[in-house]
């Protein structure tokens, strides 16, 4: 994908620690926190849209390139036990 924007040409970075997003009145509103600063910025959703495939492209390109998965699961998303999930008529217990 080209880079569209020198991203060497700002003055600062500032390192992300938390991210907030929630779609709201047809806005995506996004809470950036770095250490004791929060931002906040409103996007249209065609805007929020075009960025989060951007984003996924790149992240899947990276992936395939270096051989690894992320792990995308959100904050609420179960995460399946080997202890208690049966798949196929297997038997509960722990899988060795």
């Known amino acids: 994908?080209?880079?569209e924007f020198d991203f060497n040409s700002v003055p600062s970075k500032l390192?992300?620690?938390t991210v907030n997003v929630r779609v709201i009145n047809g806005l995506l509103h996004l809470a950036v926190e770095s250490g004791q600063?929060?931002?906040c910025?409103?996007?249209p959703l065609p805007a929020a849209k075009m960025i989060a495939k951007?984003?996924?492209q790149q992240v899947e390109?990276?992936?395939q390139k270096n051989n690894?998965?992320?792990d995308d699961r959100l904050p609420n998303e179960p995460?399946?036990?080997p202890w208690t999930s049966k798949s196929g008529g297997e038997n509960p217990e722990q899988k060795k």
């Open 79 to 81: 995460v399946l036990s």
């Open 68 to 70: 690894i998965k992320f």
């Open 54 to 56: 951007a984003i996924t």
């Open 37 to 39: 600063a929060t931002s």
């Open 15 to 17: 390192f992300v620690d």
């Open 41 to 43: 910025f409103l996007l």
């Open 61 to 63: 390109e990276i992936e």
């Open 1 to 3: 994908m080209p880079q």
